[in-house]
C-alpha cells in the first residue's frame, strides 16, 4: 500500500 | 495515529504558537524571514487542497484549518501589524531558486498526473526547503534572539519526529509514502547544523550565535 489517495498526514 | 506522528504535530503547533508570541511580546518581527513564512502559506494551501474533496477526521481538518489561518496571520503581522520592523534588506536569499527546481521536481514525483497531485507534490518539496531563506538570514547576521531559537528548534522537530512515524507506520500497516519520506530527510538534514548549535549553545544557557 502506497500514499496514493490516502493522505491522512499533515 | 502513533505518539511520533502526534509529538510532531504537538510540536509544529507549538512552533507556531512561539513565533506569534514572539512577534506579540518583542513587538517586532526583527530575525524572522518573511520569505520563509510566505512561502509556508503556499505549502500549506496548495497541500490542504483537499480540505474541500477529503474527510480524515476532526483533528485532520482543524489543524489543516489552523495552519492555513495562522500561517496567513503571521504575514497579517509581518507586513501590516509590525511592517516597520520587518527589514527585507537581510531576506535575501532567491525564492524562485527554490519554487523551480521544486516545481520540476513536482512534476517528475507525484502520484499522479492531477492538479491537485502534483500541487500536494509540490507542497511537500516546497516544505523541505522553506527554512533556507530563514537559515541564510540566521547565517547572515550570526545570531538570533533566543526565542526564535526555540521557534526553528520546535518546527525541525516536527519533521524529524515524522521519520520514527514513517518508519512505525511502514511496520505495522505496511505504509509507504516515498515522496513525504525523502523530503522529510532532507528537510530534518538542513537542520542539523542549527541544532547543534542550539543544543550546544542555546540549551546550555548560551546566545545563539554563530562562529565568526
Not at chain 2, 38 to 61: C, E, G, K, M
Not at chain 2, 133 to 149: C, N, S, V, W
Request: some cysteine.
Amino acid at each position: 500500500e502506497t500514499a496514493e489517495g490516502k493522505k491522512d498526514e499533515l | 495515529m502513533n505518539i511520533f506522528r502526534f509529538l510532531g504535530d504537538l510540536s509544529h503547533l507549538a512552533s507556531i504558537f512561539i513565533l506569534i508570541h514572539k512577534i506579540q511580546t518583542t513587538r517586532s518581527c526583527r530575525g524572522i524571514s518573511f520569505k520563509t513564512q510566505a512561502v509556508y502559506v503556499a505549502v500549506f494551501v496548495t497541500r490542504y487542497l483537499d480540505l474541500f474533496t477529503t474527510f480524515v477526521s476532526v483533528y485532520n481538518t482543524s489543524m489543516k484549518i489552523f495552519f492555513i489561518a495562522s500561517s496567513c496571520y503571521i504575514l497579517y503581522l509581518m507586513k501590516v501589524r509590525f511592517r516597520p520592523t520587518n527589514d527585507p534588506s537581510i531576506d535575501t536569499f532567491r525564492v524562485e531558486y527554490l519554487v523551480g527546481p521544486c516545481a520540476v521536481l513536482a512534476l517528475i514525483f507525484n502520484y499522479g498526473y492531477s492538479v491537485t497531485e502534483v500541487l500536494w507534490s509540490l507542497s511537500i518539496f516546497l516544505e523541505s526547503v522553506a527554512i533556507l531563506p530563514q537559515l541564510f538570514m540566521l547565517q547572515r547576521t550570526g545570531e538570533a534572539e533566543t526565542i526564535t531559537t526555540h521557534y526553528l528548534a520546535a518546527l525541525g522537530a516536527y519533521r524529524a519526529l515524522y521519520i520514527p512515524n514513517w518508519i512505525y507506520r511502514y511496520f505495522s500497516e505496511g505504509y509507504v509514502d516515498p515522496i513525504s519520506v525523502t523530503a522529510g530527510l532532507v528537510q530534518t538534514g538542513l537542520y542539523l547544523d542549527f541544532f547543534y548549535v542550539y543544543f550546544t549553545k542555546v540549551l546550555q544557557g548560551q546566545k545563539f550565535e554563530l562562529p565568526a
